[in-house]
């Protein structure tokens, strides 16, 4: 017999997971929420599924598993609220909209012993599943240099960067969870640069447009971490991985965006993608699909609260070193934090 999940946040995030979880092995029946009651009246129409009129609602529905996509503020009251109700629960990244709240997340998830999967979807790619293969049968070698790109074509509503936290934790913190997952080690060190050449309202936000950050790995890897809001080429998404016997590229396909100005090369071959859903289509399949067997204790949570909140203390010590043109080790942002229960903002 099949679950009842419920999904919290009909956006346009949680409206295509929820779309992808009807008629999936293992989901008998939905239930959907969202802020907006027109919204989860609009959905539940749609995707002829029932609704509730508000998460606690949903909560005390008797599903047997829960999906939160709300907006990233309500994250770790949401989390903490279905886990206190015993339900295994996906969410989105980040698990809260501070170091302070997510540690305080992780400390709910591991006294109620409940299962909480976060949406680092990459781990679930094919080309990114066959990046850390290579890495961890040794066919690499010793590992130097990782290279990790996002690059999107277009920034996304100003209102929505003033909220976001900032490129690095919004943007880059998947370029930083993929780099620990693949390379299998932490990040000790960080420097971050940045620049503003697009739209000045960004800047205005407090954010940059474009920014690299270098990584220090634990055994002396570098990984260079590169995020732009403009790319007019498309939606462009690659690691590289480098290593003393061997390297392997994950993204690089005929719908990469980089145009090959070589003679003779024709590249791309196909139409440039322009949406991440589209590069990752399977990719949020499969996380989901590994859902479905976490809620049903069939497996144990393949990117833990605990992940996720590696990879933003990541994030504050790159936002601290963009702040302050030095590099920031991973040790002094939780000391930082630990001495005045801050977050490294500007």
């Known amino acids: 017999m099949g679950a009842r999940i419920g999904v919290i946040g009909l956006g346009r995030i949680g409206s295509y997971h929820a779309r992808n979880l009807i008629g999936m092995d293992g989901v008998d029946d939905l239930i959907v929420s969202d802020v907006d009651p027109d919204r989860t009246s609009y959905v539940a129409t749609e995707f002829g599924v029932a609704a509730a009129p508000n998460p606690d609602a949903l909560l005390e529905s008797g599903v047997d598993a829960v999906l939160i996509a709300a907006s990233s503020s309500s994250h770790a009251e949401l989390i903490e609220a279905a886990v206190r109700r015993g339900i295994p629960t996906f969410c989105e990244k980040p698990v809260a909209d501070s170091i302070g709240s997510s540690l305080r997340v992780l400390r709910a998830v591991e006294q109620a012993a409940v299962p909480v999967q976060i949406g680092f979807q990459r781990r679930f790619d094919p080309s990114f599943v066959s990046a850390y293969d290579a890495v961890r049968t040794g066919r690499l070698g010793w590992l130097h240099t990782l290279r990790s790109t996002t690059l999107d074509p277009s920034p996304p509503p100003v209102s929505y960067i003033a909220q976001s936290g900032g490129i690095l934790r919004d943007c880059s913190i998947h370029d930083f969870d993929i780099v620990r997952w693949i390379s299998g080690r932490e990040v000790i060190a960080v420097f971050a640069a940045g620049s503003n050449q697009g739209d000045a309202a960004i800047a205005k936000a407090g954010d940059v447009d474009t920014v690299a950050t270098v990584l220090t790995l634990e055994g002396g890897a570098l990984a260079v971490v590169s995020n732009t809001r403009y790319n007019a080429r498309g939606y462009d998404c690659r690691l590289e991985v480098f290593g003393s016997n061997d390297s392997v590229v994950a993204g690089l396909d005929e719908k990469q965006p ?36 976490v809620a049903a204790g069939r497996r144990t949570s393949p990117c833990t609260p605990a992940d996720a909140a590696e990879s933003a203390w990541i994030a504050e010590a790159a936002t601290l ?14 000391e930082q934090f630990l001495h005045t229960g801050n977050e490294a903002r500007s």
């Open 321 to 334: 070193s963009l702040h302050e043109g030095r590099q920031v080790t991973i040790t002094e942002v939780k």
């Open 258 to 293: 980089p145009l090959s100005v070589d003679p003779g090369e024709q590249s791309p071959n196909g139409v440039a993608r322009s949406f991440f859903i589209d590069r990752f289509n399977a990719a949020y399949r499969a996380e989901l699909e590994a859902f479905v067997e």
